[in-house]
Structures are given as C-alpha cells and as structure tokens.
C-alpha cells in the first residue's frame, strides 16, 4: 500500500511543481503532516543532500525520500512517479508548440505561470529558514554566505560546497 502512495504523491508533486526541483519543497512539506514517512528535520536534511549532489533537486529529494520511506524500490517509485507527469507532458507539448506557439493565449497562459512559481519557491523558503535558523551561529553562517554570494559572482556550486564544508567542519 505504501508503494501505491508514494506513487500517487509523487506523480501529484511531479505534475504540479512547475518550475523546478525547489518548487516540490512545499509538496514535500505537506507530505510531512500527511505521513510519517519523514520529518520536517529530516525534509531539511533531503534537502540539504540534493542541493550538494549532482542532478535534478526534485528528482534527488524523491529518490531520497522514496529510499528513506521504503528502501530501493521506494526509491525507484518515487523517483519515476515525479519524472513521468513532466515525460507525459512534454511529449504532449512538443507536438502541440509547433502548431500554437504563436498563440496569444499561450504566450499569455505561460507569463501567469511565472509569479506562481516563484511564489511556490519563497513558500518554501518560510518554512526551511524556521527550521535552518534556529541558532545565533547558523544565522550568522546563513549571512555570511548571503553577503559573499552577493559580493562575489561565483557559482552557486562554489557557495554550496563552502557550507557543506562549514556544517561538516562544525558538526552542524
């Protein structure tokens, strides 16, 4: 039964997280009210792995929480449940885009979809820095990085891989 439900929550987060790996980060959040399958610490530690491992966010945190939940085979449920909807629809897109890409109601359809991503995205982020922020030496990390990310263009991979070696260094 579990294997049906993580199947079912997955594909829901997979066809609806328009937008990116970090936009599955409130499905996610919801999933830890709906299930025990794992914590709100443990959603901030899935999250933490998939940003610093190579990959697609989403496709890591499902794969995590799929393994985490029911093992390899959760994995690999979880994993195809989130990928399948964006396969089924790109393949629909890609067929219909050639004949109504220049449609005005598509042009239209497609710039409203941008400001829900991006609130998607700061709904996640509420709950990640109540949970992340909970001491005077991770705010002052969290700042740290903040203010050389924005002093120094490097790449987002560079900032990643300096906080994995802060948190490892500290034990965090």
């Not at 594909?11 to 996610?28: D, Q, R, S, Y």
């Not at 899935?46 to 940003?51: D, G, L, S, T």
């Not at 499902?62 to 989130?82: D, Q, R, S, V």
């Amino acid at each position: 039964m579990t294997y049906l439900l993580l199947f079912i929550e997955f594909f829901k987060i997979g066809l609806f997280a328009i937008g990116g790996g970090l936009v599955t980060i409130p499905f996610l959040f919801n999933l830890t009210e709906k299930y025990d399958w794992f914590s709100r610490l443990e959603l901030t530690n899935m999250i933490a792995i998939a940003e610093s491992t190579p990959g697609p966010i989403g496709v890591n945190m499902a794969t995590y929480a799929g393994f985490n939940t029911e093992g390899i085979i959760g994995a690999l449920i979880a994993t195809f449940a989130l990928v399948l909807p964006s396969f089924i629809i790109i393949v629909i897109i890609s067929r219909l885009m050639d004949k109504y890409s220049c449609n005005i109601r598509v042009k239209d359809f497609l710039s409203g979809v941008r400001p829900a991503v991006i609130a998607l995205i700061l709904w996640a982020g509420v709950p990640l820095a109540q949970i992340s922020l909970t001491s005077d030496l991770n705010i002052l990390i969290f700042a740290a990085i903040l203010a050389a990310m924005r002093l120094w263009k490097k790449s987002p991979i560079f900032y990643i891989a300096i906080a994995a070696f802060i948190g490892i260094l500290l034990k965090l």
